[in-house]
């Protein structure tokens, strides 16, 4: 990230999110607060999406994770989970519309300066900010989560469901790894749902292509992706950490599960989204 300066890349995944709304109405991922947080006409953002055919592979991966993790967020309140943790949360407006706002106590980490600019975001589209949430600004490069998590009234005796979109690729191994034995560490057990990909090594030669064209745009945002996991590894090293049940939907899965009439074969390889549990 910039110094000073919230995530670019924050604004461009909460545009996938407004743009699906309009241009898909929502199929995979209703989110009744997209545009409204972001603060633009739905008129521009259908045009600026429909000039950009080649976003909407991406629109569509934003919609689907976002879908996924509140899937499992809503089967993990019914078996009694209270604290959810948006980390890196951006513009997602899960806080704002949750059904469950009464029975949760929700957490908002993100960098001090992306939440900084959410905060005045969510000012000047007048969307209430629900007694339930706390934010908790932290710098996951240079503080740990379990201290700034505490400090903003996080019980750590009590389970857990932490959100983690389109945020590990963008951090160092050291602290995906510290945040991840932190959230496997919670004495009650703990849900995690994060994204990631394939090394590029192994996609396709078109989504490789696709792939290195996005990642120097980033790059250039200065939110460089910093890493990859090869899926047998990451099982292995998230077993190791004490999570016992791994569920992991790569584009083959997602294709089937979100996308029955899609027309000819998934590629492999690409971006996964993954929930991993220690209850
Ligand atoms: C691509 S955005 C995703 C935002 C949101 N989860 C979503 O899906 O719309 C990446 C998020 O990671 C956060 N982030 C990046 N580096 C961070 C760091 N070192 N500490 C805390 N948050 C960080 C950014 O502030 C941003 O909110």
């Known amino acids: 990230m910039q110094p000073g300066k919230p995530s670019r890349t924050a604004w461009a995944a909460a545009t996938h999110r407004a743009a699906h709304q309009i241009l898909e109405q929502g199929r ?14 739905a008129e521009t953002v259908a045009r600026e999406a429909a000039e950009h055919p080649s976003r909407r592979v991406m629109r569509m991966f934003v919609a689907v994770r976002s ?11 019914e078996r009694g989970v209270r604290q959810v943790v948006v980390l890196g949360a951006g513009l997602d407006t899960l806080a704002y519309r949750t059904a469950f706002s009464d029975m949760l106590r929700l957490f908002e980490v993100d960098h001090p300066s992306t939440q900084a600019w959410k905060r005045q975001r969510l000012e000047d589209a007048a969307i209430p900010i ?54 496997a560490s919670l004495p009650k057990g703990a849900h995690v749902v994060f994204d990631y990909s394939d090394p590029p090594a192994s996609l ?35 077993r190791a950490l004490g999570f016992s049940a791994i569920e992991d939907l790569g584009p083959p899965q997602i294709s089937a599960r979100y996308f029955p009439n899609r027309v000819g074969a998934p590629p492999d390889k690409g971006g996964h989204i993954l929930h991993a549990t220690t209850i």
């Open 28 to 41: 995979i991922f209703h989110d009744s607060l997209a545009l409204r947080i972001l603060g633009e006409d």
């Open 67 to 77: 879908r996924y993790a509140e899937d499992a967020l809503a089967a993990a309140v």
């Open 130 to 183: 629900p007694k339930s949430l706390t934010f908790a600004p932290i710098d996951f490069e240079h503080q740990t989560l379990a201290e700034g998590l505490v400090a903003a009234g996080f019980d750590p005796s009590q389970p857990a469901f932490f959100t983690w979109l389109g945020v590990v690729p963008y951090l160092t191994e050291e602290s995906v790894w510290s945040t991840l034995g932190f959230i």
């Open 204 to 238: 396709p030669v078109e989504l490789r292509i696709r792939h290195e064209r996005r990642a120097q745009h980033v790059a250039e945002l200065g939110e460089a992706w910093l890493h990859y996991f090869e899926s047998g590894d990451l099982h292995a090293k998230l």
